[in-house]
Every structure is written in C-alpha cells, then in structure tokens.
C-alpha cells in the first residue's frame, strides 16, 4: 500500500520560503520511469502540476510559473521527497499534494496514480 505523507505547509510573506517534504512508503514503480513530484490546487481551480522528479536518472521538471524559485529533491536514506520554494508569490497559494508513479500524456497533461493528503500553503502580502 503506498503511502505519502506530507508535511511543512504554512503561511508566510510574499518573497518568503517555505519546504514541503513527503514521506513516501509502500512505492514500487510499476513502469520503466518512475517518478516522484508535486501538484497543486488552488481554491476554484484545477489541479495542476508543480514538479516532477524521474527517480533513476533525476531528470526533473517544472511548470512554467516556478521555474527558478521552486526546486524538488530526494533523499533516499529518509525516503522523502521535498519542494524547496522561495520568492513565493501570492498566487502559489494553494493545496500542495505529493504524488507518485507520475508522467505526462504525449499531450503534455501531467498524471500521477498515487496521492498523498495534502499540505496547504498561503501566501500573503
């Protein structure tokens, strides 16, 4: 059973920083790629994909609006993935989820299988 439990959601100042870590457990790659990220929901908005991280070779990737601010990582020994976010804007406001066995369509829409509860972050001015 895979379990992903997140943690470090808060509020905090524009400009400010924050780190999300999930403990991820029970994950086991059931395709050739496997991979670990991050999704967001803002309140009235779809969710949508913040970061991905491709476990064996760490190729990783962002969506457009965090390029540069936000950066995912791992640390196997403690089986946790973060998202470092700094300059964080109002509009990062949202519900963050970590997510795993994720990918993107030939479309380019991202997918993950597995959920964690999620952790809410609000930015403010």
């Known amino acids: 059973q895979v379990q992903l439990v997140e943690s470090g959601g808060g509020s905090v100042q524009v400009g400010g920083s924050l780190l999300l870590s999930c403990v991820v457990s029970g994950y086991t790659a059931t395709s050739g790629y496997p991979c670990l990220g991050w999704f967001r929901q803002a309140s009235g908005q779809e969710r949508e994909g913040v970061a991905q991280?491709?476990?064996?070779?760490?190729?990783?990737y962002y969506t457009d609006s965090v390029k540069g601010r936000f950066t995912i990582s791992q640390d196997n020994a403690k089986n946790t993935v973060y998202l470092h976010m700094n300059n964080l804007k109002q509009e990062d406001t949202a519900m963050y989820y970590c997510v795993a066995q994720c990918g993107s369509t030939y479309g380019g829409r991202w997918y993950a299988d597995y959920w964690g509860q999620g952790t809410q972050v609000t930015v403010s001015s």
């Open positions: 991280l491709y476990t064996r070779d760490q190729r990783t």
